[in-house]
């Protein structure tokens, strides 16, 4: 038998056979015992163990007996076709295929590029880090990363060398990151700078050149102010510098043929800023335009600043508020008192009334110029002026009372013949010229009917 397999058998006779006993659980096969001087032992037949269930190249299967075959995906890319033999499996056929775990791979120069997870049969760029920069593309093919194209490496830093000047000096370089500049003063105690670029590991010298030609750094005077300003090459530029304490504006510094001048002095002033206590910011330090720009002759020393000034006491509004109203008030009452003085010393009198009292109808005369509407004196005064359109007509109104008849009639004897001739002239004069009617009142007595005339 086998290891891990038990299996019992009934009595035996000396050199006889069993019958054929089929293999327990979990096994495939059958065996036949046989008895030989006590001894019993197998004679034929084999028993094969299953598979079971368990995992191939990270696939997973189930229930897999003794010479079966079964096909299963894989977890990620591919699928396979495996086959068990007494408790072992095998690949058939096909392959599990798995993406690359984050990592890192050297380029060519040795430059280690990081990368992250990424699918099998995908590409992904490296970053180049410690002494490189850039990108560098790799493949994954099956958990295994390598670079697509041996030409492609990382861009490196340049470490400190030695690299020859156009005048034949020897420059010692400092360490440059790549694409950056940087600048060394000439060796030898020669005058000038020189401009260093880092280009892959490799310096060079961009800029400059060794010699008296250049300007060392030094000293110079702008309207008595003194200025430093550092080592500039010849027909170059420096600034904007310093005019010092006390001073205004920011000198341009000029190197021709080892001299250094001031080539300008400028002073920048934004203007206020709300908000900011209202102070203008001075300086190029500071955001600014070309209008913020004025161009000085040189340094210059800022006025004296202004004397301080006394507070004022501020006026009291309200005083002024309170002495009006106070006057206005007074003014008030005196001409409250002047207008009832003037009612009570001088009432009114009436002139004239459309109904005289009774008690005053007899012997009533106004003036004419008190009249409301004007009297005719004779008939000929009466047709001029009723052909100028002196008098003035108005529907009659209702008929007077008969105290009003009575009075009239007391008058109308010495007034009858007056009043058909002025009747008798202003109709034929009114049919003569056509005249709209003319409203007039009659004035005789008491009378305040209106009648046409």
């Known amino acids: 038998m086998r290891e891990g397999i038990v299996m019992n058998n009934q009595d035996m006779d000396h050199n006889t056979l069993s019958n054929e006993m089929k293999c327990p659980r979990g096994y495939a096969g059958s065996i036949r015992l046989q008895c030989f001087d006590s001894l019993v032992t197998v004679h034929s037949g084999q028993c094969f163990m299953h598979c079971g269930g368990g995992q191939v190249q990270g696939a997973q299967y189930q229930g897999l007996n003794h010479e079966d075959y079964d096909s299963i995906i894989c977890p990620e890319v591919g699928e396979i076709r495996i086959r068990c033999f007494d408790g072992a499996t095998e690949v058939i056929d096909g392959q599990c295929l798995y993406g690359c775990s984050p990592g890192s791979v050297p ?18 760029n490296g970053t180049c880090s410690q002494d490189g920069v850039g990108q560098v593309e790799l493949y994954c093919n099956n958990t295994v990363v390598t670079v697509v194209s041996s030409s492609q490496t990382c861009e490196r830093h340049c470490p400190p060398q030695f690299t020859a000047s156009a005048d034949g000096s020897n420059i010692s370089t400092p360490y440059i990151e790549h694409l950056q500049t940087a600048s060394v003063a000439c060796p030898d105690n020669l005058a000038g700078t020189l401009g260093l670029r880092c280009q892959d590991f490799q310096t060079s010298i961009f800029d400059g050149i060794c010699g008296d030609m250049n300007c060392r750094a030094g000293e110079v005077t702008s309207n008595g102010a003194t200025l430093v300003h550092p080592a500039i090459n010849d027909q170059r530029r420096a600034g904007p510098g310093l ?66 000034v006394a507070a004022l006491q501020g006026l009291d509004a309200w005083v002024v ?34 109904t005289p ?39 009659k109104d209702p008929p007077a009372t008969e105290a009003l008849k009575d009075a009239r009639d007391g ?42 005339w």
């Open 357 to 395: 009292q009774d008690d005053k109808l007899n012997n009533v005369v106004l003036p004419e110029d008190q009249l409301a509407l004007p009297d005719a004196g004779t008939s000929s005064q009466m047709a001029t002026d009723y052909g100028n359109n002196h008098y003035q007509l108005a529907i």
């Open 321 to 354: 508020i309170y002495w009006a109203a106070a006057v206005g008030g007074v003014g008030v009452l005196i001409a409250f008192a002047a207008g009832y003085w003037i009612f009570k010393k001088h009432p009114m009198k009436k002139v004239s009334q459309v």
């Open 243 to 308: 005019c010092g304490e006390g001073y205004l504006g920011e000198p341009v510094f000029e190197c021709k043929n080892g001299i250094t001048s001031v080539l300008a002095v400028n002073l920048i002033r934004q203007p206020r800023l709300p908000g900011i206590d209202n102070v203008s910011e001075v300086g190029s330090g500071y955001n600014f335009s070309e209008d913020d720009r004025f161009i000085l002759c040189g340094c210059c020393l800022p006025p004296p600043p202004l004397p301080d």
């Open 107 to 124: 380029d060519s120069n040795g430059v280690p590029l990081q990368y992250p997870a990424f699918p099998h049969d995908t590409r992904v």
């Open 411 to 452: 008058r109308r004897s010495t007034t009858q013949s007056m009043g058909s001739t002025v009747r008798t002239e202003v109709t034929q004069s009114a049919q003569a010229k056509a005249m709209p009617q003319m409203l007039k009142p009659r004035r005789e007595g008491v009378n305040k009917d209106w009648q046409y």
